[in-house]
């Protein structure tokens, strides 16, 4: 049987207490954290729950941020403007549920979020991540995310490369 998911922003609808990744502080995060960052506006919460279901089986925080353009490859940078820094849409968090965990899930949520990124109203170069360790790094990797000149766990998608995907 073919689970159905809906991604949808965090609200009061859905069930923070049952979730859990295996990772203690994103557990802690969505259960105690995201509801404040979302009032903030420091970052936004977008969860996967299966349809008709108050579940969170997944969710991701997407904000604002920069990178440095020393730090982006050269053969990238030389495309952007010569500021100091250049804007990009951060992934601040991404988990899985256990019990949903090897289901492309992830890979749903990152494509959402890059979709998010590409249809805002913000200038926006890239979809940037850093990933907690290289595990999380291959992850992003397998779907064309770019490592920091000096930074291996800190990664970039181009939105021009999402645009072209679509």
């Known amino acids: 049987m073919t689970v159905q998911f809906t991604i949808e922003a965090l609200n009061s609808g ?5 979730f859990a990744c295996g990772v ?8 105690e954290q995201a509801g404040q960052d979302i009032e903030r506006r420091a970052a936004l919460c977008y969860v996967a729950s299966p349809e008709g ?7 991701y925080t997407l904000s ?3 990178v440095a353009l020393k730090d982006i490859p050269e053969d990238k940078a030389r495309r952007l403007p010569p500021y100091p820094a250049i804007p990009v849409a951060r992934i601040g968090r991404l988990a899985i549920d256990k019990d ?3 289901r492309r899930l992830g890979a749903a949520l990152l494509w959402d979020a ?6 805002s109203e913000l200038g926006v170069f890239a979809l940037a991540v850093d990933a907690k360790d290289e595990q999380a790094a291959a992850f992003y990797r397998h779907f064309g995310f770019i490592a920091f000149e000096t930074k291996p766990l800190q990664l970039f998608l181009s939105l021009a490369t999402v645009a072209k995907s679509l």
Request: glycine fraction near 10%; hydrophobic fraction near 35%; charged fraction near 30%.
């Open 100 to 102: 949903f965990q090897g």
């Open 53 to 59: 279901s108050s579940r969170i089986a997944g969710y």
């Open 64 to 66: 604002a941020g920069d």
């Open 114 to 119: 890059a979709n998010r990124a590409l249809r």
């Open 14 to 18: 859905h069930d923070r207490k049952s």
């Open 24 to 31: 203690f502080v994103l557990d802690r995060y969505l259960k």
